[in-house]
């Protein structure tokens, strides 16, 4: 059974920078790719970026890019999100996603962890 497990929210001032990781087990599970999505109080789940594993390529969303960077550490099969310059807007859970098979549905998500963001 695929586990994923985020950790790093926390409650930080706008402007700060925070980390999120997410580690996936059993370790020897082979992703296509992983992704982070959030979901703030009464909107939407959103996506935020995705990391392709056999490329390295990644994506981001408008909201976000130039000031979250997606990485993925595959021998620890830990996915990390960099987060800097955050807003009282990136304020969400965060959900790590991530799928076995190429461009269908995200198969596996974590619990989440939470971001609050003040100002």
């Known amino acids: 059974q695929v586990q994923l497990a985020e950790s790093g929210g926390d409650s ?3 402007g700060s920078s925070l980390r999120l990781s ?3 087990s ?3 599970t082979n992703f296509h790719s992983m992704a982070w999505f959030r979901r703030a109080p009464g909107q939407e789940r959103e996506w935020v970026c995705t ?3 056999t490329s390295g390529n990644t994506v ?3 909201s976000i890019k130039g000031r979250f960077t997606i990485s993925q550490d595959t021998a620890k099969k830990t996915l990390y999100l960099q ?3 955050l807003k009282v807007e990136d304020s969400a859970m965060y959900y790590c996603a991530a799928r076995t098979v190429p ?3 995200w198969s596996y998500w974590g619990q989440g962890t939470q971001v609050t963001v003040t100002s």
Do not use: L, R, W
């Open 51 to 53: 990391t392709y594993s």
């Open 26 to 28: 059993p370790s020897t």
């Open 83 to 85: 987060m800097a310059n």
């Open 103 to 105: 461009y269908q549905a």
């Open 12 to 14: 930080v001032e706008a």
């Open 22 to 24: 997410c580690a996936a």
């Open 60 to 62: 981001y969303a408008d």
